[in-house]
Structure formats: structure tokens, C-alpha cells
């Protein structure tokens, strides 16, 4: 069970999410804690948003799937070098 405490316990930004002008990418995981599907969401709420999936990863995904991290993160910042606002690489797992 996860948990959150303190003085972010209440903290929600999602009302926010469509003010984000910049490219952003949201990247999930299949064992990660944090919905993947939730991830992919946020991404179409921004106004530039692109999401990657990592088949095989958790929250650590840079560690545990690294190829598939370091595949989606390029991607993007490839994309975004060259001019686009988003990118729709995903590996061949989806949430």
C-alpha cells in the first residue's frame, strides 16, 4: 500500500496540467506504482505532451528497462531538437 503524509498529502495539480506550454514527456512503466494509464492521460492534457512506455519496467525504469527508457527519452529529445512539440514512440507493451 502506498501512502502519502505530510505537506503534500493534499497537492494536486492536474486543474493545472493544461497550462504547461513546453514539450513534456510522461514515461510509464508496467510494474510501476504510478498508473501508466494515468501517465498516458497526463500526457494528452498538456498542451505538447508525448508518452513512452517501458514494457518491462517499474518506477526505476532508467535502471530496470533500460533500453526501452533510454530508446523513448531519445526519441523525444531528438524530436524536440528538431523542432516537433511531441512524440508518439512507445515500446511494443502498452498499459
Not at 17 to 27: A, E, K, Y
Not at 50 to 77: E, P, T
Request: glycine residues 8%.
Amino acid at each position: 500500500m502506498l501512502a502519502l503524509a505530510g505537506r503534500l498529502a493534499g497537492w494536486d495539480r492536474i486543474a493545472d496540467l493544461h497550462r504547461i506550454d513546453v514539450p513534456t514527456l510522461f514515461m510509464g512503466a508496467t510494474f510501476d506504482a504510478f498508473d501508466p494509464g494515468l501517465a498516458r492521460w497526463m500526457s494528452t492534457q498538456v498542451k505538447h505532451g508525448s508518452y513512452h512506455h517501458c514494457a518491462n519496467g517499474s518506477h526505476c525504469a532508467q535502471w530496470d528497462d533500460q533500453a526501452a527508457f533510454a530508446q523513448g527519452l531519445l526519441a523525444f529529445l531528438e524530436a524536440v531538437d528538431q523542432g516537433k512539440k511531441t512524440v508518439r514512440y512507445e515500446s511494443t507493451a502498452n498499459p
